[in-house]
């Protein structure tokens, strides 16, 4: 069975400075997808970015990149020019064949002011 | 272009009540999704559905957790009795569903939280 680990329970950031959230996971499968979510205090989970295995580039999405390295599956968030609206539970997830969401635990990310 | 619809929001039982979620997904969305994010947690899948029939529910407690999709549309997830440990928020999600393998984005609705005391 696929796992997601995520050994940052929290996490904080100075404003406009920049933060790295990791996460590893375990999977025999060679395609798959790896996202990270966002879940402010309204529980709505928000797709941040998405990865898929098959493409060596690591994707970007405005100030959110990932550091994808496929060989040691490790799958990490870096948020520059951090804002107070980044301030949320952030999760790793795995998506292989079976199409359902593998998540990970969780950081609780921290801005301040 | 409406988001997945859940209610109700908030949901207050004593143990060994029953309780029912109802969830809307997207418009044409084949796949539906039951996730259970117990506090200090990430979502766990309890089922999932592509149309009417059940792809996946083997962590759904089917001694008290009961689930059906009506007419591959609207979803239904129903706990009896609920236990103390059922306190969660109970997130539904869908996709548009497809080939394996191909991208199927899943969007959540906004989840219920359930407490159970």
């Known amino acids: 069975a696929q796992t997601v680990t995520q050994s940052q329970p929290e996490m904080s950031v100075q404003e406009a400075e920049t933060v790295t959230l990791s996460c590893t996971y375990d999977t025999s499968e060679s395609d798959y997808y790896l996202f990270w979510y966002k879940q402010p205090p309204s529980r709505q989970m928000i797709l941040v970015i998405r990865q898929e295995a098959y493409k060596q580039q690591n994707a970007t999405e405005n100030r959110f990149s990932v550091n994808f390295q496929k060989a040691a599956k490790s799958f990490s968030l870096k948020i520059s020019d951090s804002q107070l609206g980044d301030a949320a539970m952030y999760f790793c997830a795995y998506r292989g064949g079976a199409q359902k969401l593998v998540f990970g635990q969780g950081t609780r990310l921290t801005i301040n002011p | 272009e409406a988001g997945v619809a859940q209610s109700p929001r908030y949901k207050i039982i004593e143990k060994r009540q029953s309780v029912a979620f109802w969830c809307n997904p997207i418009?044409?969305?084949?796949?539906l999704y039951w996730y259970q994010q117990i506090l200090g947690q990430g979502p766990k899948l309890l089922i999932q559905?592509?149309?009417?029939?059940?792809?996946?529910d083997s962590q759904l407690p089917k001694d008290r957790f009961s689930a059906e999709r009506l007419k591959g549309v609207d979803s239904t997830l129903k706990i009896q009795p609920a236990k103390l440990e059922d306190s969660a928020v109970y997130l539904c999600a869908s996709s548009l569903g497809g080939m394996r393998g191909s991208y199927n984005e899943q969007f959540f609705g906004p989840g219920t939280r359930l407490t159970v005391l």
């Open positions: 559905f592509q149309n009417n029939g059940v792809v996946d």
């Open positions: 418009s044409g969305h084949a796949t």
